[in-house]
């Protein structure tokens, strides 16, 4: 899978986990420093990723750090969206609903930070409280008002949210023009920024390449991995991981898309009631199903061990393995010692995956072997 993360030009390192497991080639992008309105701009940030580039050479996850349309010569590609995405109920409804449930924050909601007065010294309840007169301005003609950056008045409110809007119109624009240039798609833990990507993609306006925002792999991985336990694993352990599950992973892969073909259909976005119902009734009960058929293969592999091993000292310690461990340990203790085969797992599994479709068990394996490294 082949993902841009749009939520900011860097990453915390426990999600930067989540989505190597999840992708094969992972894109970030340098912030643009761009035109926002009259002489305000943002500001330019460079992707720490760069410094990890290196590192991921050779892997089996290609790692992309590029940049969108930058500088203030580049601000027409934006300006474009931002009329639009201002004008936008939905758009505008989406950044407010954000506003109301914490996931987008600005400076000026810190009264500590910002020097506003009045009834605007708690700007965000300000927002909040008078959310039909944003959705009833015209965003996009409003001046830029006089004066530096505090909000005394409702004209230096109205432009402070639309700046707001536009940062975020601007992460949207810059992500989905890296998706275009590298044939990807966007991924996004905040779910309001996926949110917005997916009306931009389904805006007659937006004239790239139609994609889905990634949502699922981040969310099984979610259910799968306890917090705890992918902390406890350096990140380029799972790069290493990756490179052992690599046939495992591209089944898996195809099997992911598959299951977003059939959730999404005309929904763009995943309810966490979803995944919990995907899990209880798809994920779960074919795993449990594939355990059981690998625990077959492991006890019937194990019967015939005796009578292939010649050497009677060698059967003798194969007996003594199956009367002391259980199934699991008296195979890979005995032909680890005996045979030198520490890929056993593997070996069985493939000398019997004319299980039903193979494509389909190997893609289910790759969980498998997820819960085991992560348990």
Not at 6 to 18: F, M, R, T, V
Not at 246 to 269: G, H, M, Q, V
Request: hydrophobic share 35%; proline share 3%.
């Amino acid at each position: 899978m082949k993902l841009t993360f749009a939520d900011s030009p860097g990453i915390n390192e426990h999600d930067l986990k989540k989505l190597l497991l999840v992708c094969d080639e992972l894109a970030f992008f340098n912030w643009p420093s761009i035109n926002l309105a009259g002489t305000y701009g943002s500001v330019g940030q460079k992707s720490p990723l760069n410094h990890f580039r290196q590192e991921f050479e050779g892997s089996p996850i290609k790692l992309i750090v590029d940049e969108p349309p930058n500088t203030t010569f580049n601000s027409g590609f934006y300006h474009r969206y931002f009329e639009k995405d201002l004008e936008s109920i939905e758009f505008k409804n989406t950044i407010l609903k954000g506003i109301e449930k914490g996931l987008i924050y600005d400076h000026r909601f810190d009264d500590k930070q910002n020097i506003n007065t009045g009834e605007f010294k708690d700007f965000k309840a300000w927002i909040l409280n008078n959310k039909g007169e944003i959705l009833n301005t015209n965003l996009y003609d409003l001046e830029a008002p006089k004066g530096g950056f505090e909000i005394t008045n409702k004209h230096q409110a109205l432009f402070a949210f639309r700046l707001m809007a536009s940062s975020k119109s601007m992460a949207v624009s810059s992500t989905l023009f890296i998706c275009n240039k590298y044939n990807n798609s966007p991924v996004s833990i905040n779910p309001i920024l996926n949110e917005l990507i997916s009306l931009r993609m389904t805006d007659e306006i937006y004239n790239g390449v139609t994609t889905k925002s990634r949502q699922l792999g981040l969310k099984l991985m979610d259910c799968l991995i306890p917090d705890e336990a992918l902390t406890q694993i350096p990140w380029q352990d799972i790069l290493l991981f990756r490179e052992k599950t690599k046939a495992y992973f591209e089944a898996w892969d195809i099997e992911l898309k598959k299951i977003e073909a059939t959730l999404f259909k005309e929904n763009s976005s995943l309810t966490n009631s979803d995944i919990s119902n995907l899990i209880d009734s798809d994920i779960n009960p074919r795993l449990f199903e594939l355990k059981r058929e690998i625990e077959k293969i492991k006890e019937d592999r194990y019967k015939n061990i005796l009578k292939t091993v010649k050497n009677v000292l060698l059967s003798g310690i194969s007996l003594g393995a199956l009367s002391g461990l259980s199934i699991t340990g008296a195979i890979v203790s005995f032909l680890g010692a005996n045979v030198k085969t520490p890929q056993i797992t593997d070996e069985i599994i493939d000398a019997h995956f004319s299980i039903k479709d193979r494509q389909r068990s190997n893609g289910l394996t790759y969980l498998l072997k997820i819960q085991e490294k992560f348990k």
